[in-house]
């Protein structure tokens, strides 16, 4: 009886002792799945916004990894960090009209950050001011295209957007028509940069130089994401078809767009709306990153 109780205590420690392995083989197995590239990408985007030049190590480690995983993409990114770093540190702002010395061709164009249109469809003052700094630098440089971005805001007139009416307001103000380029689809500033640059690569083929016109504490991001969505649609980092050259600014009371907003704006970029949309809204976790190194 005792040989028997023995046998099968000792039947059970081995099934208890197999299942415990393979619950960790699988642990294991899940834990070393190749992580996806927006993941990385994410993390790259979520450390930075969230803790800037703190994270240095850990965004280095993140973009080592993507390197290795795309060696395409990896370079690309890392290029972006760097022109992150650039416009929130380093950039020179314009204000009322662009520099002298920029293209005098029609290689160069003008683009013209929308902002939300008052409910029943006209510009709100701050537009107004945009545009005001557009008309300005038009003038000064006459050959050169104006794009005009922003859709749908007006919550009372659905059919009004924001690139309709500022090219309106500019041919009225004596810009001719056949230079004003409308985007009148996007929501948000990095849909701004995606379907403008989308537009005039397939209709404007000339134009490799972009300067952005908007609000003061807009410029920065503006440049960041214009810049960022050349990058991603070059062949390689450092073969861009578009550069950006320069700014023109509206000054501004108030106004301001934190790291955090920029994050989700290049992880909106990647393609990540989800978590970008999260971000937008303040309802991303960081607990759910390592803490950085």
Not at 194 to 223: C, F, M, W
Request: hydrophobic fraction near 35%.
């Amino acid at each position: 009886m005792k040989e028997t109780l023995l046998k099968i205590l000792c039947t059970a420690i081995a099934l208890c002792t197999a299942a415990m392995c393979c619950a960790c083989g699988k642990e294991t197995a899940s834990t070393s799945k190749e992580r996806d590239k927006k993941d990385i990408i994410k993390e790259i985007t979520v450390y930075y916004g969230t803790y800037g030049s703190d994270a240095d190590k850990t965004l280095e480690q993140r973009l080592d990894e993507l390197d290795e995983k795309d060696p395409t993409l990896g370079p690309k990114w890392k290029s972006i960090i760097e022109l992150w770093k650039k416009c929130n540190n380093d950039l020179d702002l314009n204000y009322n009209v662009l520099p002298d010395g920029l293209p005098e061709t029609n290689e160069f164009c003008m683009v013209v950050l929308g902002f939300q249109l008052n409910p029943d469809g006209t510009m709100r003052d701050e537009l107004l001011g945009r545009l005001t700094v557009a008309k300005e630098c038009a003038k000064k440089y006459p050959n050169a295209y104006i794009v005009c971005t922003g859709g749908p805001t007006a919550t009372e007139d659905r059919e009004a957007t924001e690139a309709e009416v500022m090219a309106e307001w500019l041919t009225d103000n004596g810009i001719a028509a056949n230079r004003v380029i409308i985007e009148n689809k996007s929501l948000t500033t990095a849909q701004n940069a995606i379907y403008s640059i989308d537009i005039l690569e397939r209709n404007y083929p000339q134009v490799n130089k972009l300067a952005i016109i908007s609000s003061d504490y807009h410029i920065a991001t503006g440049t960041l994401l214009f810049g960022a969505e050349s990058t991603l649609l070059a062949e390689a980092a450092g073969k861009e078809k578009y550069q950006i050259i320069s700014n023109a600014a509206y000054k501004t009371q108030s106004g301001a767009l934190s790291t955090t907003f920029q994050a989700g704006a290049l992880t909106e970029l990647s393609g990540d709306r989800e978590t970008s949309w999260k971000i937008y809204h303040n309802e991303y976790d960081i607990h759910e990153l390592h803490p950085i190194e």
